[in-house]
């Protein structure tokens, strides 16, 4: 029997919506660690189309079979907060070059405030590399199509979003 800690990963984001860009890399990281805390951001800043509630409800449905991953809300610092839940890796997705300098200063600055702390890219499948939750609000909005780039439960909430607006 192994004496070993569970290895926690922590995976840090809006996820305002969830993109399948992000499923790819929650089910990857579910496959290396003991636990993959999905920890949104709560950005009093900014206003987010999906609320917290949303946005892990949506999670826990699309990862009720798995039990390596959990949802969470979290504010504050985030070596902090990966310090709470005991975590030890940090997961951030990278899908092209343009991605890199932004990922390399946060990883970097999260390094200097907490050394022990150890951030790991993943790279999406490469059909999801032009994806983000920005698009995907800015294309749904405009009537593009996003089938398949979110999972069918967040393509199902931005029409009732849409719906719930027109009326
Ligand atoms: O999905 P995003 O918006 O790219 O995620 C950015 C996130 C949440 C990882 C980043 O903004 C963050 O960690 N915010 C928490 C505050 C913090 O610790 N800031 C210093 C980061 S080096």
Do not use: C, W
């Not at 409800?57 to 809300?73: L, P, R, S, Y």
């Not at 909005?141 to 719906?163: D, H, I, M, S, Y």
């Amino acid at each position: 029997m192994s004496s070993q800690a569970p290895r926690i990963a922590i995976y840090p984001g809006s996820f305002d919506p969830l993109t399948s860009g992000h499923v790819d890399i929650i089910e990857r990281g579910s496959r290396i660690f003991d636990k993959i805390i999905v920890a949104i951001l709560i950005n009093a800043e900014k206003v987010p189309l999906f609320s917290e509630e949303e946005r892990i409800a949506i999670i826990k449905d699309v990862f009720k079979g798995n039990k390596h991953v959990q949802a969470e809300t979290f504010n504050g610092l985030l070596v902090d907060y990966a310090q709470e839940k005991n975590a030890t890796v940090l997961v951030r997705g990278l899908r092209a070059v343009s991605d890199f300098e932004y990922e390399f200063q946060m990883a970097l600055m999260n390094r200097h405030l907490a050394p022990g702390l150890e951030t790991v890219f993943m790279m999406p499948d490469e059909k999801y590399t032009f994806v983000s939750s920005r698009l995907i609000k800015e294309v749904f909005t405009l009537g593009g199509e996003v089938a398949g780039l979110v999972p069918p439960v967040v393509e199902q909430k931005l029409r009732a979003k849409q719906k719930a607006k027109r009326k």
